[in-house]
Each structure stands twice: as C-alpha cells, then as structure tokens.
C-alpha cells in the first residue's frame, strides 16, 4: 500500500542512503547558503521516547533560520507519524523508530521508519467522531508541501516535505 501526496513545484532532494551522511552535530548556516545537512535517530518505539526525539528535532530545527510556523508544522507532522509508530507499528510492544531529517537547499524533508506490521489496508478512510485517532494522516497531509506512505508487512515509511518560505534564496542569480 503506498500513499502519495505530491506537489509539483517541490524537489524532495532524494538521494540514496549511501549520499547522505548522518550527524546530529549540524551546522550553523549563512544566510543563502545552499548546504545539506542530515539528522538521523534510532530510538525505541516508546511514547517517552517519541517525545524525545520530537524534541531533538526542534533543536536541530531551531539550527535554521525557520520561521515559527514552519517549525510548528514539521514538528506536528513529525510527532504525529512518530506517535503512529509507537501506537500502531508494534503490536507486541517491541520495536524501533528510525527519524531523519535532511535539508537541501529551501527543502526540508522528514522520514519516520519503522520496521512493524504495516498500515492495514481496511484502516477507515476517514476519522469517525466514535473512533479513536485515525486523525495524524490527514493531519500529516494538510501541514506538508507533500507527504508519501508506503507500507506493508516489513513496516512503514512516512516521508514529509517542507520548502519553507524563510529558506529560499531571496536573491536568485
């Protein structure tokens, strides 16, 4: 099962694992400059441990000269496919979540990762007041430029994109 949301005018600055390197020490920007910058977390798919990394995040975010609302809208939509992991991927209460975040040029693109059981393909396309959640999807695709699903029995994807106003070159050449 796969989910797509696209946007057109945005470039997801994809690169294959092997281009990007990981680091949680990211690096003061000059304000145009055109510099990737990747953060990446492993942790355990526990709700403490969901908001921790929510929070790391945001530090990593705050590196950017990001405008609140822009910062707001990653952090919601990182959180709520982070809570997704640790609410629906493991049934048996153990598992990991995978959290990237890189920034290319005036995009940035969030992935959550998990290795679970996968998004069940009879979930309800739409939220139903006498259910609970069934809320975060829908969420996840009103506050992203563009956002990509993919599931199945090996776990679940969420991939994000953002192009926030404040990172793009004011000056074009």
């Keep these: 099962m796969s989910r797509h949301t696209p946007d057109p005018g945005v470039d997801t600055g994809e690169s294959t694992d092997a281009d990007q390197t990981p680091t949680t020490s990211p690096q003061r920007f000059a304000p145009g400059a055109v510099v990737a910058s990747t953060f990446e977390e492993l942790a355990p798919a526990l709700p403490n441990e969901m908001a921790d990394l929510r929070r790391k995040l ?14 707001h809208d990653i952090t919601l939509a990182t959180y709520e496919a982070l809570a997704n992991v640790a609410a629906h991927a493991y049934p048996d209460g153990h598992g990991w979540a995978r959290l990237q975040a890189t920034r290319a040029g005036d995009v940035v693109t969030v992935t959550v990762t998990d290795t679970g059981c996968g998004i069940p393909a009879t979930r309800p396309r739409r939220p139903d007041i006498r259910t609970p959640g069934g809320r975060g999807l829908l969420l996840i695709d009103q506050v992203t430029d563009q956002s ?26």
Aim: aromatic residues 8%; glycine residues 12%; charged residues 25%.
């Design 148 to 173: 990509d699903i993919t599931t199945g029995g090996r776990g679940t994807t969420v991939r994000m994109t953002w192009r926030p106003a404040a990172l793009r070159d004011k000056n074009p050449a």
């Design 58 to 71: 945001t530090r990593w975010l705050g590196e950017f000269p990001l405008d609140p609302g822009s910062t």
